[in-house]
């Protein structure tokens, strides 16, 4: 009940380029998240899954059956695809109340309106909204607004929910409190979710996994803890994680099982084990390295061992955490520390980075070639 | 190929099924249909008349036969003695009027739009219904108004409020181009002050507050930061104003044929009147090309910058530029103009509707003949008072009956176009139909008549002959206001999001379910204004039907023309005084009932 499969799917708009080639496997129950910058293809995926967009080339299937055949011009109308769609927009029915606004779906599908009153009824209680069913969408907030778009999209029980940036027009804090309410909506539901957003800690935080978007092709699709450990390509790396992940130039050459990296946090040396398969020479090459600011600690006296030496650049406390800039050799460097640290512009400071947790990237091929391990 | 299960027979049976059980399909092909047989086949067959030998002319042209191929017509336009007098005068006239009447009308229509949106001037609300009630009355009636004071008595009859207390007034000011142009604009610069006054609303004073900030002063903001912003608002406002005035009949046939001062327009009529046909098209392409010029260079220096209004559409804040010590003299000014231009007119066509003769200002010459009186021998020839007049009383009927029936028709189709324009934008059936709707502005109302009565008076390919029925009128009149309706329709139809249409497709409602509960529920409003701008329209509507009307389906501005032709005036102004009640008595419940906008579908 409600695995996708994308193969193939180009999408022209115009001369447009839009959707390159694009496999994605969506698997049944799976909160999956298209991530990306803006103009970057998610919300056409979420367009062509849905129905609305008609690929040039590529086919569909939903649980196997076949729902697009661009090759046959073939095009199940949405209605037949068994899903429901919430708008970035909300995209909700002005002249109709709550209710109608709700049960419009139902009465299209003409089942009897005392199923259509128990399942709206429903629906609206489980969005807690019961209270506003005879009003009309201008007289709600936009929290409410959004709340009875989920609830017309869920009323009709689809196996697959498609939300389009659904919360990207709610204040921050409403925001935080539907992220939650939506992950628990969806494991009280149990249908297959696709979520587009540009909101990287949406992504994180709701996904079970996120496939991330630059320029119509998919980048990385992964759970999203993956995502932020081991990103596939540096694109992806500076994208996700914020504070963004500290990326310094080094050079780098392997020697026996280890392999040696100089650069301005001075030598490091990793283990071959923990590179992904790669064509080794004797050669130097460039490498970038892959830092998340959490992964540099900080010591204000000089210990027995470190990497390098630095310098405050500046500090800022936020009080649950404190982001410090910092100077080492020609590069920059953010760190974040868990709450108030006291730094003084121009300290010298002493860093420590645990090897087996940095990212190393090819930086001609721009591909993740050492994964981050916790071991 | 990539995938193996292709098959070339499914891709083309399926490609087939879209294509012909998708209802837009459909819709969009029997519009591009109707659209083509209505506005381009009537332009194809005046282009074709112009050059084919018509039955009466065989015996001006040797050796032709009826139907041969001829440059005669087109000849005898430009090339011939006559030329002069047929197109050169007549179009110089016509393109000075043109010229003149949107310089005025843009000038007055801007200032007054700039006054009442954007200044503390007091009695906004009054002052903005004064200043559209010229819209109201048609631009006929106040060239009756016109010669009322000004007639003198060189083309006979009585003479005007002026003369009849000895001022005698030149014939350059009581005639001719003058007193068109000055009559045209006082009539048009509404639709600049509706264009305008739109866009001005649109802009975000910040924009403007941004310029006080840096120092620039009052004119020089007004300068280089308002005017810019409204200047696809003003470039609109000159196609319309151009092509309207140098297409109209109305005012130039009573101010400026008798005194053989002619302009295209009229002299097309006369034309036409006189079964010179193919003349009569050859002079109303040469209109249609003028209008196309002008807006085609419109269009190209508008370009991008049509996008401008958008941009400014977001602020909602205005605040108002302080008048100062110019505020009373500009409304003092104001008010006189309104006076002059609003107030007097009315009042001098009801004062008029009274006299028993006109020209004679004692007590004893006031009567309520005009009104109500029985038929007298002794008074115009046995002719009732206008409510005793059964004549009245059917024009009412016919005028009433052709009014909502065309206005409902009209915006219906206007909204249908409108849905088709707006949601096939970029397509090439979107664009051709937004394109077609537009050809009927370029031709003028005369000329339109003149096609439609020449192709629909015999039996049209399917369409049987049309002449003399109601039917004939509301086509014309709907195809004619097409421009106007179907561009209300697209600015209606932006408005409902495509996204409100794209949720009810997700939930499974068909093509015509989405119309009848999504689309028309929610262009309600556009809807009402749309009517209302066609209603008005057609309850003046003179030009466009005078060819075509027959003496049963007389309308009332019909019947005040022919009572003004026939040296009438008191009963043509009393009709021009009711026509101008219901005209305004509907704006008023309009806007009572609806935010109907005027303004809506007028932008070029």
């Known amino acids: 009940m409600g695995r996708i499969e994308l193969r193939g799917i180009n999408k022209f708009f115009g001369k447009n380029h839009v959707l390159r080639d694009l496999d994605l496997t969506i698997d049944d129950g799976e909160f999956m998240t298209l991530l990306g910058p803006s103009g970057c293809g998610k919300t056409t995926t979420l367009r062509v899954v849905a129905g609305l967009e008609k690929p040039q080339s590529g086919t569909i299937r939903v649980d196997g059956k076949e729902v697009v055949n661009a090759a046959e011009y073939y095009f199940a109308p949405p209605s037949k695809r068994n899903l429901n769609l919430v708008f970035q927009s909300y995209a909700l029915w002005p002249h109709m109340t709550v209710f109608k606004n709700v049960a419009f779906g139902l009465t299209v599908k003409k089942l009897p309106s005392s199923e259509v009153k128990r399942r709206v009824a429903q629906a609206l209680e489980r969005m807690q909204i019961a209270s506003f069913s005879e009003r009309y969408p201008s007289e709600l ?164 061992a470190y990497l390098t030496a630095g310098k405050v650049y500046s500090s800022m406390p936020a009080g649950s955490e404190t982001l410090i800039q910092i100077q080492a050799g020609t590069s920059n460097l953010l760190a974040k520390e868990i709450g108030i640290s006291p730094y003084e512009t121009e300290q010298t400071i002493y860093l420590n980075i645990d090897p087996r947790k940095i990212n190393l990237f090819d930086t001609v091929s721009k591909k993740l070639i050492k994964k981050s391990v916790n071991k | 190929m990539k995938n193996p299960r292709y098959s070339k027979a499914r891709r083309i049976k399926n490609i087939l099924v879209d294509i012909f059980t998708n209802p837009f399909n459909i819709m969009v092909a029997l519009a591009t ?87 503390d001037i007091p009695g906004k609300k009054i002052l903005s219904v004064m200043a559209i009630v010229p819209y109201m009355l048609p631009s006929w009636c106040k060239s009756l108004a016109w010669l009322t004071v ?49 866009a001005l609303r649109s802009v975000n004073s910040e924009l403007e507050e941004m310029g006080e900030i840096i120092g620039a002063g009052k004119v020089r903001i007004l300068r280089e930061i308002t005017f810019p912003l409204v200047l696809p608002a003003v470039l609109s406002s000159f196609i319309l104003t151009f092509s309207k005035s140098i297409g109209t009949f109305g005012v130039p046939a009573f101010l400026g044929m008798k005194t053989n001062f002619y302009t295209l327009s009229t002299m097309l009529y006369a034309s ?20 196309t010029i002008t807006v085609y260079f419109n269009q190209r220096a508008i370009g991008s910058r049509k996008s401008y209004a958008t941009i400014g559409g977001k602020g909602s804040r205005s605040t108002l530029v302080a008048l100062g010590g110019a505020k009373y003299p500009i409304l003092i000014s104001l008010i006189v103009f309104i006076g002059f231009a609003v107030i007097m007119p009315l009042l001098i066509l009801l004062f008029q509707t009274f006299m028993l003769k006109t020209g004679d200002y ?126 209300a329709g697209v600015s209606n139809m932006l408005q409902i999001g495509v996204e409100l249409e794209e949720a009810a497709t997700v939930e499974g409602a068909s093509f015509p379910m989405r119309l009848r509960t999504i689309v028309f529920p929610l262009s309600k409003a556009g809807f009402m204004s749309g009517f209302m701008l066609i209603f008005i329209s057609i309850m003046k509507e003179l030009d466009l039907i005078i060819l075509i009307i027959t003496p049963k389906l007389g309308t009332l501005p019909y019947m005040a023309y022919s ?42």
Not at chain 1, 256 to 272: C, H, N
Not at chain 2, 368 to 386: Q, T
Not at chain 2, 440 to 462: E, K, N, R, T, V
């Open chain 1, 141 to 304: 907030s936009g929290g409410q607004q959004q709340r009875v778009a989920i609830a017309r999209a869920i009323v009709s029980e689809p196996k697959l929910l498609l939300l389009d940036e659904p919360l990207s027009n709610l204040d921050a804090k409403l925001r935080i409190d539907m992220r939650s309410e939506l992950k628990r909506l969806h494991q009280e539901l149990g249908t297959t979710v696709i979520y587009v957003t540009h909101d990287q800690v949406e992504a994180l935080t709701m996904s079970t996994k996120i496939a991330i978007f630059f320029d119509g092709r998919l980048a990385q699709v992964a759970p999203p803890m993956e995502v932020y450990n081991n990103p596939a390509d540096l694109r992806v790396a500076d994208f996700i994680g914020n504070p963004r992940i500290n990326l310094i130039p080094g050079r780098a050459k392997r020697d026996g099982d280890t392999v040696r990296v100089r650069s301005d946090l001075g030598a490091l040396t990793f283990q071959v084990k923990n590179f992904i398969d790669m064509n080794w020479t004797d050669e130097e090459f460039d490498c970038t390295l892959g830092i998340r600011p959490e992964q540099i600690a900080i010591a204000q006296t000089e210990p027995s």
């Open chain 2, 33 to 119: 249909v109707t659209l083509a047989y209505l506005i381009i086949v009537p332009l194809i067959e005046m282009i074709t008349t112009t050059f084919t030998v018509s039955q009466s002319d065989i015996r001006r042209i040797p050796g032709a036969e009826t139907g041969d191929f001829t440059w005669f017509y087109w000849q005898r336009l430009f090339f011939s003695q006559l030329s002069q007098s047929f197109l050169y005068v007549p179009l110089r006239n016509s393109l000075i009027i043109g010229f003149s009447v949107s310089a005025i009308g843009i000038l007055l229509g801007s200032f007054f739009a700039w006054l009442i949106v954007r200044t």
């Open chain 2, 150 to 198: 000004f007639k003198n008595e060189r083309v006979g009859g009585s003479a005007g409020f002026l003369s009849s207390i000895g001022v005698t007034t030149p014939d350059w000011l009581a005639y001719g181009p003058v007193a068109i142009i000055l009559v045209l604009s006082l009539h048009y610069y509404a639709y600049s002050y509706l264009l305008v006054s739109a």
């Open chain 2, 272 to 291: 036409i009147k006189q079964r010179n046909t193919n003349i009569g098209f050859a002079m109303s392409l040469v209109l249609i090309l003028f209008a």
């Open chain 2, 362 to 487: 004692s007590l004893s010459n006031f009567t309520s003949h005009y009104w109500i009186g029985s038929p007298d021998p002794m008074i115009f020839e046995n002719e009732p008072g206008v409510f005793k007049n059964p004549l009245f009383w059917q024009s009412v009927r016919n005028t009433l009956r052709l009014v909502f029936v065309t206005a409902i028709l009209a915006t219906l189709c206007g909204q249908l176009l409108g849905y088709i324009a707006s949601r096939g934008r970029g397509t090439f059936f979107g664009r051709l139909i937004e394109q077609m709707t537009f050809v009927p502005y370029l031709i003028p109302s005369i000329a339109f008549g003149a096609i439609y009565l020449s192709m629909f008076s015999a039996p049209h390919w399917f369409v049987p002959s049309l002449y003399g029925t109601f039917a004939l009128l509301v086509l014309v009149s709907v195809v004619k206001h097409l421009p106007f309706s179907s561009r």
């Open chain 2, 563 to 604: 009572y003004a032709n026939g040296n009438f005036p008191q009963f043509s102004n009393v009709i021009a005084v009711i026509m101008f009640a219901i005209v305004l008595l509907v704006y008023l419940i309009a806007i009572k009932i609806s935010d109907a906008d005027l303004s809506s579908g007028m932008g070029g």
